[in-house]
């Protein structure tokens, strides 16, 4: 259709047919009879839900056929239905959770992922899925961080941007499916880590840090942006006018939809700004919520609001045409199946293609953080490896976003293990729980199975085990329940269990290497006291395993870089490494600086720091040199180092770029990542690594709110993470 054709379908549609396509609804709420269930709680009837615009959680390309049909049939302007989901990191072939992606600094990887869970989500009848989640997160103990591609703004909102190509590319091509932007704005700051909590951002902050993510995103054409759960300036994102209207739409120039996250215009009730359904609905209309997600706000109370003239009928349809417009973009007026195909699905899902991708990215994601004495690689038929650890054998490896996955369809560290190393150096054990038997958290019961382990048994076979092997290798971390939505955490170590099977196995054997499965920053304290190796997994995918076996072996190295840091401690969080420098600035002198800004008890600084990541191999850094020390205003300074491998194996190094402002009219951080390389060397291989420094990179929210750059001296740091000191100096010329 063009824009003339739906302004008319707009001017035929009764106020009640268009208030039904602002409302989204689960389709297991559609089972053509009495309206029970959660429905019915809602009270919603059946008109309700013939009327309603979007379903969600339904998948498979014949049931949405189905339902496509017979809604199209019983619509009177036989409007399609839209069909949206969580497809988070994959649909059926599942990749590395987002924060491990963002650790493999590179776009085109994360990219790929995405056009890859679109392919598979198109053909089983999929339209939109509810990611990227560009959250800026500084909080290990929110759970979902996982979701998030870390620390960063300018990581974060690279990722975003390449999520968005992967998912859309040209939405009227087929694989392709619309990317919604969540959460808008600031969801990734809440409250002691605690999700849903309320986040306090100032209005510079918010700007300089948690806003320019978004903003990728929507620069890459994302098709719909979703509201946060949380107030900000004590208002809840749904009914904030100011900043759905003035700075999402006015600001950012987004056009497409806005919906809202599930039951959150309903939430303004508890949240204390409505007094009820119908004002949640004025609230929400107002601010500009064009979809009301799973809530009976919209679908009973916007007609009577419009009758009353409490709601000029003007808002509905405007919500109305831009969600005909999204369903156009699609081509779902001329093709209301659109990809979905029985033969397309049974094809691509889990396809070797996707499956090889999927270990592709999981490799790249792994990051080494320790290695001593060349733990290692192992070398394969030369030493007897005990594999010890309830991960070992685990297929619960996609994290708790993977909602349209099949466990079984994951391939383990011991079946990797098995088929790759054919010879009898290696044996298995469980060793332990994955929790402690109290650690099941109120609200999880039903969702987490009941371990069935001869705790005393495992541990005493793992420890004979660990006694004749001249390595061990203990999987150890986190439930995969444990982090994601409402799953924050007070606490960051191991379960008790797992930390009495290393304590166990460190007394009989040394020669320890800890492969770390989470969905985010730990407490590794005692880990890493214990470990002679650390190799944070994450939650790997579908091809985890494989993946875990070759970089193992040496097959591959890695080359993850942390996209947000370990902490210390948990009593440092919230955490991140561009933070300002205070008036009495700390730099490890305790007595030069007794009253600088620290702990009296432990490390000001994080355990691991945002970019670090060791390989197999070993890299020296050039100091950096500059083609000129003055930048003007519409020029560039190029800014050089050489890159050498000085170790015995190929590897990939990620080089990084930071800048620090020395002065300017407020306070700004101790530095900021502005670009990043990588370079794969073979053994004595060097390279020039090069990065181009313009005016535009140095703009900040200036003491106006002015958004410029500000004359002065700058310095500039090029190495392997972000506290490296190889630096230089530039001035900017006013």
Not at 605 to 623: A, D
Not at 687 to 707: A, S
């Amino acid at each position: 259709m063009n824009q003339q054709q739906l302004k008319e379908l707009l001017a035929q549609m009764s106020l009640e047919e268009k208030i039904g396509q602002l409302v989204q609804l689960p389709g297991y709420f559609q089972n053509g009879g009495t309206i029970t269930g959660p429905a019915g709680d809602l009270g919603l009837t059946q008109e309700d839900l013939r009327l309603a615009g979007s379903y969600l959680s339904v998948i498979g390309a014949e049931k949405t056929r189905a339902l496509q049909e017979e809604y199209m049939a019983a619509h009177p302007h036989h409007i399609p239905l839209i069909f949206m989901d969580d497809i988070i990191n994959g649909y059926r072939t599942v990749f590395p959770v987002p924060l491990a992606q963002g650790c493999t600094f590179n776009p085109d990887l994360v990219q790929q992922g995405a056009s890859v869970a679109a392919k598979e989500a198109a053909a089983s009848g999929v339209h939109v899925t509810f990611s990227p989640m560009a959250d800026l997160v500084r909080d290990a103990r929110w759970g979902r961080v996982m979701e998030s591609t870390g620390e960063d703004a300018y990581l974060n909102g690279l990722m975003a941007a390449a999520m968005v190509r992967g998912y859309q590319g040209d939405l009227k091509k087929k694989g392709t499916i619309a990317g919604c932007l969540k959460h808008f704005a600031g969801y990734g700051a809440p409250e002691g880590g605690r999700d849903y909590a309320n986040v306090e951002l100032s209005l510079r902050t918010l700007k300089e840090d948690y806003l320019p993510a978004y903003k990728a995103a929507i620069d890459a054409g994302v098709a719909m942006v979703m509201t946060s759960f949380n107030t900000l300036d004590r208002v809840p994102s749904t009914a904030n006018k100011w900043l759905m209207r003035d700075i999402l739409r006015d600001e950012m120039g987004f056009d497409g939809a806005l919906i809202s996250d599930w039951g959150a215009v309903g939430e303004l009730v508890p949240h204390g700004v409505a007094a009820d359904f119908a004002q949640a609905a004025q609230l929400a209309i107002e601010a500009g919520v064009d979809m009301d997600m799973v809530s009976p706000s919209y679908a009973k109370h916007l007609k009577t609001l419009v009758e009353e003239g409490k709601v000029d009928e003007k808002l509905i349809d405007e919500s109305c045409m831009r969600m005909l417009e999204l369903k156009n973009k699609l081509g779902l007026f001329e093709n209301p199946f659109r990809d979905a195909a029985k033969e397309e699905e049974d094809a691509l899902l889990l396809c070797e293609e996707h499956r090889k991708a999927a270990q592709d990215c999981a490799e790249k994601s792994f990051v080494l953080l320790k290695n001593e004495e060349n733990m290692l690689p192992l070398r394969s038929g030369q030493e007897k490896v005990a594999f010890i650890g309830p991960f070992v054998n685990n297929k619960f490896l996609c994290g708790s976003w993977a909602i349209f996955s099949d466990d079984q369809d994951t391939v383990t560290l011991k079946d990797a293990l098995e088929k790759q190393e054919s010879d009898s150096c290696i044996s298995f054990a469980a060793g332990s729980r994955v929790m402690d038997r109290d650690g099941v958290v109120q609200g999880f019961q039903k969702q987490i199975p009941e371990e069935t382990l001869d705790e005393e048994f495992a541990l005493s076979q793992a420890i004979e085990m660990a006694r004749g092997a001249d390595k061990v290798v203990l999987a150890l971390g986190e439930h995969r329940e444990f982090s994601g939505e409402a799953s924050s955490r007070g606490s960051l170590t191991l379960p008790r269990c797992q930390q009495r099977l290393l304590d166990e196995v460190a007394k009989v054997n040394q020669n320890i290497t800890v492969v770390l499965f989470c969905g985010r920053p730990m407490d590794l304290r005692d880990v890493q006291n214990k470990a002679k190796a650390i190799l944070v997994a994450w939650f790997p995918g579908t091809e985890g395993g494989p993946a875990l076996a070759r970089t193992l072996y040496g097959h591959c190295a890695p080359q993850g870089k942390l996209s947000m840091a370990f902490p210390w401690s948990v009593s440092q969080l919230p955490l991140h490494y561009n933070q300002l420098s205070t008036g009495r600035p700390f730099h490890g002198d305790y007595k030069a600086a007794r009253f600088g800004s620290k702990y009296q008890d432990m490390p000001r600084f994080p355990l691991y720091p945002f970019g670090f990541g060791l390989s197999y191999t070993t890299f020296s850094c050039s100091p950096v040199t500059l083609n000129k020390a003055v930048l003007k205003k519409g020029d560039a300074i190029t800014a050089a180092v050489t890159v050498k491998n000085t170790g015995h194996c190929t590897g990939t190094e990620t080089v990084q770029l930071y800048i620090r402002d020395v002065v300017g009219s407020v306070a700004r951080p101790v530095r900021e990542l502005k670009g990043f390389r990588q370079v794969t060397l073979r053994p004595g291989e060097e390279k020039e690594v090069c990065f181009e420094i313009t005016e535009d990179m140095l703009r900040f929210w200036d003491i106006h709110m002015n958004y410029v750059s500000e004359p002065g001296e700058f310095h500039l740091f090029i190495g392997s993470d972000s506290t490296t000191e190889n630096k230089a100096a530039f001035t900017l010329e006013a």
